[in-house]
């Protein structure tokens, strides 16, 4: 039985999950288990397992998906409590190291000395990441595999142009100036220069040579793929020519996977080219002679040899090949064959070499991650993609190789299985300890059947290892394993188990090179001082990678790096290519936030809507509505609600029936209040004589209208349409609105709600969920004026008393304040910011600058926060109203921090809370207002222009508090909350802004 | 002391092209290049026959960035330590090469008196090392009375004295050294005889101690010890050479007490012999 639970927007690095998969899958009850990111790439995974349940099908790439199969009913919770602490022991670990950098920009701020850029992020987003990180002018380290071709090619090219060296993808060890990164050995530091194309082979080398006595302080790789035709060697190159400049450095060594012949060629005329004695294997080629400068090594141990000595005294032996005994040995059977079983894929390759040569088997295969099998003799590279999708490389997991060696001991025909232990920095822990049990296991078992087996190893590692090579070795003899001190002699003992020897490696002579020399590429500065000073790594992706780098004294900054834009590759395409106009955007940006800024919002009266909005004057009987256009039929109920409450108050109709049958007969146009200059709370219906708020921008002139507050319980905007819903909006038709007017018009030039907002920002509002600071400034404001009005005291008390009583009354004059910002921002504007942001109950709604009128919308999300006693969430009502017109001008949510009573009235936390949900706006905006500066936020100005690119880059959508309507007609406000606008929406804006500018977003 | 070398290992490329920190201590370090040492330090008044003086603030840069197990290159004119904070060149330009040979010394029965009356006020076997139980007691004895050795008895009493006690250099090796190399001054039959059997046998001993042991048997000593002979090479005062003789006992914890009594015993050996 199948159970999922989704972990929303909780991104985790990939290794780190598979060490939590495989911890999970010890749990007792579970049957199998996976935990990943919700990508495409593994939701194939989990349905190659069948683990693909519809909910993880929903999973977006920044959501955690966890399933697992299980009998028991239960399991699932065991889980979900495993899965907290193993991501809150993370998540601790990771603070107290270091205060990981959110951006690019934040981490070159916190180490603007940076010149190295190392990645360990997915390959699908690698390629845009590592582009920018060349862009920014560093060296690249890519641990990151699965990179395209083309884009390798691509981004080598672009990394030498700029002097730069683009080590990878897919490299898995390196050494830069004695500090390890990535899967790398400690190793000590000397005068040996390494450039290799194969992580392994270089280790193997690198630990050989520090076995030896000899030292290495660069060993650079290149990446797989470098000596192939289409890459060309490029990173090579650039890496020789910069050994060949480094004063300490006396010998080079090059190891290569089979390299294309014309790349092999021209890699071969730099090295003869060089001022110092080159070493060089190219896996699969025997060389019979050394040749002019360099000399050529058919294993890796002869390799690092060959280094030691010409680095002591220049000096090397005519061979290094040493025949092992076979005599002395009891020989297993003709029939028993030897089985590899490697987690090195260079290694594995070796072996291969030399088993297939020796007992001519007919060469190499590669197939399944076997690199050998012929005869019953079998090399597996348990590396390879077969054996690690899902699942941690075999450096790390033993699961495998455990797995591995059992089946192999099932197979009476084996004789000797062959095997490796990487030590490192970022392998096992205990690899030898790991495997060690079921060794004895098989061993034991072998010897009670009277049966011949063994176990042949070599470890790849060094004493100053984390795991300490000595000690390894010692662990593995003593259970009975043989131990070489090389992969290509634990071949030999293998092959000497069978009374066999390897092919006898000849001497070799000294012949001169008869070749092309060529000249030596000139080195950049950047590359000279790569192999001059500690490196200054910015770390995207696995932070234990941190650890080795500031042990051997380099410095390193955690990017905590999140997919970009939910990981959907569309809109990444699309923010990259928007990344070379940003120039430009910036600027046009900066315009439209400018006007906000500039804005002059007064209040200057309040009359009846169909006076400043023609539509509503008109034959045609016309309501105004929240939101994007839609139809009456689409409404919900909250909307369709206050329209009939609007009919009956327009008395179009004398009952509901009636009003219903109006509507339903189309007979009443619809118009979002965002149309005409206006906007509504809610459900936003605005009839012709409804009293609306005026306020004039005096920036530019711009006019908004707001229907008036009608305060709580059953009002017409939450969809209640009762005798005393429509009695008070005559009320406010006949009393309210008119006295107001007088009352504005004593005053010399109206409110000014600059002044007015300020004021009350600091008293605690956030002018969306809480008002009452402002409202009551509002009746400071008024009273005086309406005192002098010559009216009934009656009438001034009725008024007095309703303002003083509405502690939301200030809310509707907000949102025709932020109309009026807006619509005068919108003018001739351009570029990606947030002009407007709505929702009819079905669709959220937002415009951008650049696209003026153009809707966006998508559907809308329903509130969460808390009920009104006897209501769930299941009675709200989707998100409606235009009031997120407050959002758009960045009070609202965006200004959360401003009022944190108001966190816990929609159920959104306390004061950090508050803190955390304004910084996270602020992360999606182009700036602050200082007009509106927030005391609680270190007198910051609230938010200034949503950004639609920053909001597709991160996924971090605007969050709007609201109220919640029933989601029936005609029962009101049931609760309160924050909702978050839709993604979907922001996207459309970006896909179309894109293409004003020619870029097509498929 | 400004930069000197001792001349048992100059030029240095003649030890080798490459070696490693063999050890590390406050004030000194010693690279193993094949099977020598190269003892660097910057104490002011002390050169081992192995040694190279540099800089205090020279040597203290170095001890600060190496480690255990680095590697050096050694080249004509510089040393260059490969270490985990980065590469760091000593200069070997200017460098003054100083010999640490053993003088030729020819005392009279008189002055060896005189030096061993002296030499009684130190009472150096309560301060040695080398605990004098009534075993080492009995060696020593051995050493001063017994007037020739067979070949069978100097491979035992070798083998007693070297490694015996603890410390980088063992107390059973000081005394040693110090009784072998005042033979080897005084131009006994008995110190080329220990020299060469010390040269067959394989020197189971610190590989400091043994890199000491190794160079006196070619006449190269510390530069305390060489001062002490040429004192009495000159035999100008008593209380010049008292003076030089403090400053061999002064040498680290209690070696310079087991050095100066190995150079007792030697005195005593050449009085009883010459008074025959």
């Given amino acids: 039985m199948l159970k999922t639970a989704v972990l929303k927007n909780n991104y985790q690095d990939s290794i780190s999950l598979m060490l939590l998969t495989n911890a999970i899958n010890e749990l007792e009850g579970v049957t199998l288990s996976q935990i990943m990111m919700g990508t495409n790439a593994n939701k194939e995974i989990l349905a190659n397992t069948n683990l693909l349940t519809e909910e993880a099908k929903k999973a977006s790439p920044n959501d955690l998906m966890i399933v697992v199969d299980s009998e028991e009913e239960k399991t699932m919770e065991k889980v979900l409590e495993e899965v907290e602490t193993f991501l809150a022991d993370l998540s601790t670990k ?26 360990s992020i997915p390959g699908e987003y690698g390629a845009s990441e590592m582009e920018k990180a060349l862009e920014k002018g560093l060296h690249v380290f890519s641990f990151t595999d699965n990179i395209a071709l083309d884009d390798e090619v691509r981004l080598k090219k672009m990394a030498h142009q700029k002097g730069l060296l683009m080590m990878g993808p897919d490299c898995g060890t390196g050494i830069l100036s004695s500090v390890p990164l990535a899967f790398t050995n400690a190793v000590r530091p000397g005068n040996i220069g390494i450039v290799g194309a194969s992580g392994t082979g270089i ?125 002395e040995q009891d020989t297993l ?110 061993l034991n078992k072998a010897s009670a059947k009277n049966r011949s087996l063994h176990f042949v190893a070599t470890v790849v590692g060094t004493n100053q290892d984390p795991q300490g090579y000595e000690q390894t070795v010692k662990k593995l003899q003593d259970a009975g394993v043989w131990l070489e001190s090389s992969n290509a002699k634990a071949v030999q003992r293998a092959l000497a188990l069978k009374g066999k020897s390897l092919v006898k490696q000849e001497e070799k002579a000294m012949v001169p090179y008869q070749g092309d020399l060529v000249e030596i590429p000139q080195i950049s500065n950047q590359l000279k001082e790569l192999l001059q000073t500690k490196p200054q790594v910015v770390n995207i992706g696995l932070s234990s990678f941190n650890e080795a780098i500031l042990e051997y004294g380099g410095a390193s900054e955690q990017f905590d790096w999140r997919p970009k834009a939910g990981g959907n590759q569309k809109m990444i395409k699309l923010l990259d290519a928007l990344d070379r106009y940003e120039e430009q955007i910036d600027q046009e940006n900066q315009k439209v936030v400018q006007k906000i800024k500039e ?127 429509v009695d008070r909006l005559i009320w406010m038709r006949d009393v309210l609105g008119p006295t107001l007017s ?37 009746l400071k404001e008024i009273t005086p004026a309406i005192i002098q009005l010559k009216i009934s005291e009656g009438r001034k008390y009725e008024v007095t008393k309703f303002l003083a009583d509405t502690d939301q009354f200030f809310l509707n004059i907000m949102m025709a304040a932020g109309k009026a910002i807006v619509d005068s921002a919108r003018k001739g504007g351009k570029g990606t910011v947030v002009t407007t942001m709505t929702r009819n109950g079905v669709d959220f709604g937002i415009r951008i600058a650049e696209t003026g009128d153009q809707w966006f919308t998508a559907p809308v999300n329903t509130p969460k926060g808390l009920y009104f006693t006897g209501f769930t969430e299941e009675d709200g009502n989707p998100d409606i109203g235009d009031s997120a017109i407050t959002e758009t ?110 870029i097509d977003s498929e | 002391m400004t930069r000197i070398v001792s001349d048992y290992i100059w030029p240095l490329e003649k030890v080798g092209r490459t070696g490693h920190i063999h050890s590390m201590f406050s004030r000194s370090f010693n690279i193993q290049v094949d099977q020598q040492l190269i003892h660097v330090s910057s104490y002011p008044n002390y050169l081992s026959g192995f040694g190279l003086h540099i800089e205090v603030d020279e040597l203290q840069e170095i001890l600060s960035k190496i480690a255990i197990g680095n590697l050096v290159k050694i080249q004509s004119d510089q040393l260059v330590f490969y270490t985990v904070a980065g590469t760091y060149h000593l200069s070997l330009k200017n460098l003054a090469v100083q010999s ?125 010890i060489q001062q002490f002979f040429e004192s009495l090479q000159t035999f100008v005062s008593l209380t010049e050479i008292k003076k030089a003789y403090e400053r061999i006992l002064q040498i680290g914890h209690t070696s310079g007490k087991d050095m100066g009594y190995g150079i007792y015993l030697a005195l005593k050996y050449y009085q009883s012999k010459e008074k025959e």
């Fill in chain 2, 100 to 224: 640490l040979s053993l003088p030729k010394l020819s005392l009279s029965l008189d002055q060896i008196d005189a030096l061993l009356f002296q030499m009684e006020d130190y009472t150096l076997t309560g301060k040695m090392g080398l605990a004098f139980t009534p075993q080492v007691q009995a060696e020593c004895q051995m050493l001063v009375e017994t007037k020739t050795l067979t070949a069978a008895e100097i491979s035992r009493m070798l083998h007693f004295f070297i490694g015996r006690g603890s410390g980088l250099t063992p107390s059973g090796d000081d005394l040693l050294l110090a009784y072998l190399v005042t033979l080897m001054a005084l131009s006994q039959q008995r110190g080329t005889m220990l020299k060469e059997a010390l040269k067959k046998m394989p020197l189971n001993t610190t590989d400091v101690s043994r890199a000491y042991l190794n160079a006196a048997c070619f006449g190269v000593v510390s530069s305390p």
């Fill in chain 1, 203 to 327: 280790q193997e080398v690198t630990t050989i040579i520090d076995r030896l006595g000899g030292g290495v302080t660069h060993a650079i790789g290149t990446g797989g793929r470098d000596l192939s035709e289409a890459v060309g060697a490029i990173t090579m190159k650039d890496a020789l020519a910069a050994l060949n400049q480094h004063e300490e450095t006396d010998v080079i060594c090059v190891i290569s996977k089979p390299p294309a012949k014309r790349v092999r060629d021209e890699v071969m005329e730099l090295l003869q080219s060089l001022q110092k004695p080159a070493v060089a294997i190219f896996l699969g080629e025997k060389p019979t002679a050394h040749e002019g400068n360099v000399y050529l090594a058919y294993t890796l141990e002869e390799a690092a040899k060959l280094a030691v000595d010409l680095a002591n005294n220049g000096k090397v032996n005519k061979t290094y090949f040493e025949p092992f005994s076979t005599q």
């Fill in chain 1, 742 to 778: 007088q009352a504005l018009q004593q005053l010399d030039s109206g409110i000014n709600l600059n002044v007015l907002i300020a004021r009350s920002i600091t008293m605690g509002d956030e002018f969306h969920q809480r008002n009452i600071a402002a409202s009551l400034n509002f």
């Fill in chain 1, 599 to 725: 804005a002059q919002p007064f209040l200057t009266d309040v009359v009846p809507a169909k006076s400043v909005i023609p539509e509503l004057n008109s034959a045609t009987k016309t309501l105004l509505h929240a939101g994007p256009p839609l139809a009456f039929s689409e409404m919900t109920g909250p909307m369709q609600g206050s329209c009939i409450g609007a009919i009956l108050f327009e008395e179009w109709a004398e009952s509901e029936q009636e009003a219903l049958a109006l509507l339903e007969s189309d007979a009443i146009r619809f118009i979002p209040c965002h149309h005409v200059h206006a906007v509504g709370p809610m459900g936003g219906i605005t009839s012709g004589n409804m009293p609306v708020a005026v306020v004039e921008n005096r920036l530019d002139g711009t006019n908004a209208y707001c229907t008036l507050n009608e305060g709580i319980g059953k009002v017409l905007r939450f969809g209640a349409y009762s005798k005393e819903v």
């Fill in chain 1, 94 to 119: 990771e603070k107290t190291e270091q205060q990981a950098a959110k951006s690019w920009d934040e981490a070159l701020e916190h180490l603007p000395e940076a010149n190295v850029a190392l990645f």
């Fill in chain 1, 333 to 442: 059977m003709e029939e028993k064959v030897v089985k590899g079983l490697y987690s090195g894929g260079t290694l594995a390759t070796e072996a291969a070499m030399l088993i297939s040569e020796t007992l001519n088997l007919g060469g190499l295969v590669k197939e399944d991650g076997f690199v050998l099998k012929s005869q019953g003799y079998e090399v597996i590279d348990l590396g390879a993609d077969k054996y690690t999708q899902g699942k941690p490389h075999p450096m790390i997991d033993p699961s495998t190789r455990i797995k591995m060696f059992k089946e192999c001991a099932e197979d009476e025909m084996t004789g000797v299985i062959l095997f490796d232990v990487v030590l490192g920095y970022g392998a096992h822990e205990d690899m030898a300890g790991a495997l060690l049990p079921t060794i004895k296991e098989l």
């Fill in chain 1, 889 to 998: 001008v960045g009070v609202g949510a965006m200004a959360m921090i401003a009022a944190p009573g108001v966190t816990r009235f929609v159920g959104a936390g306390g004061f950090q809370d508050a803190l955390a949900i304004s910084n996270e706006m602020a992360s999606i905006c182009v700036g602050h207002n200082p007009a509106f500066s927030i005391p609680t936020w270190d007198f910051q100005g609230t938010c200034l222009g949503i950004d639609i690119r920053k909001v597709v880059e991160t996924g971090i959508t605007p969050l709007i508090n609201t109220g919640i309507a029933h989601k029936k007609a005609g029962v009101g406000q049931v609760g309160a909350g924050t909702v978050r606008a839709p993604l979907a929406c922001f996207e459309k804006a970006l896909a179309a802004y894109a293409k004003t500018l020619g």
